[in-house]
């Protein structure tokens, strides 16, 4: 029950920013795209915790765009100033970059939806790729928000487990047996 603990140091920690706490919580999401090793499940359950289940998931899927959105501008703006690095020396960057729009955004959608594929592997795929700007927002918002919907209820039973623990078990189960599917498919 440690992490119970935790939880709620943290959610009481950003409670304590009173009328900043939403602020505070967005820049959290942009420092956590940034970094790209740190899962932002915690921050995700947190504000489930500190703003209610649909205002923590309103902010939560705002804090992941607007960290995506940074990540992808300062990896496209970092990649383009290396020049010693030649993208057409990269098979996979190639094909994507001449696939049509269209397929380019299912492709991105496609790897948001991706359970356990790390955000920043895909953030930096689409910063070196052709996507625009606004197409990489627009798809990751699409993609990003039935994940952080899934991390806000569950990280919201998690700390309210007394009044919601059916809940919680139930949608644990859909996700094992998500899970067990996708695994199976895959074989």
């Not at 304590?16 to 740190?38: E, K, P, R, T």
């Not at 915790?49 to 496209?76: H, K, N, T």
């Not at 927002?137 to 007394?162: C, Q, R, W, Y």
């Amino acid at each position: 029950m440690d992490w119970f603990f935790q939880i709620e140091d943290f959610s009481a920690w950003i409670k304590s920013f009173g009328i900043w706490a939403v602020i505070v919580s967005l820049l959290l999401n942009i420092i956590i795209s940034i970094l790209g090793f740190i899962p932002s499940i915690f921050l995700s359950g947190a504000n489930a915790v500190v703003f209610g289940l649909i205002p923590g998931f309103i902010i939560s899927v705002a804090g992941e765009v607007l960290g995506a959105a940074v990540s992808f501008l300062l990896y496209r703006w970092g990649f383009r100033r290396i020049r010693g690095v030649r993208n057409e020396s990269w098979k996979w960057l190639n094909q994507v970059n001449q696939a049509s729009r269209g397929r380019r955004m299912l492709l991105l959608f496609t790897a948001r939806l991706t359970p356990f594929l790390p955000s920043a592997v895909i953030t930096f795929a689409a910063s070196v790729s052709q996507i625009t700007f606004v197409d990489f927002i627009v798809v990751t918002l699409l993609g990003k928000a039935p994940s952080i919907a899934l991390e806000t209820l569950v990280g919201n039973d998690l700390f309210f487990m007394k009044q919601n623990f059916p809940r919680l078990i139930i949608t644990l189960l859909l996700l094992a047996i998500i899970v067990l599917l996708m695994r199976s498919r895959k074989k």
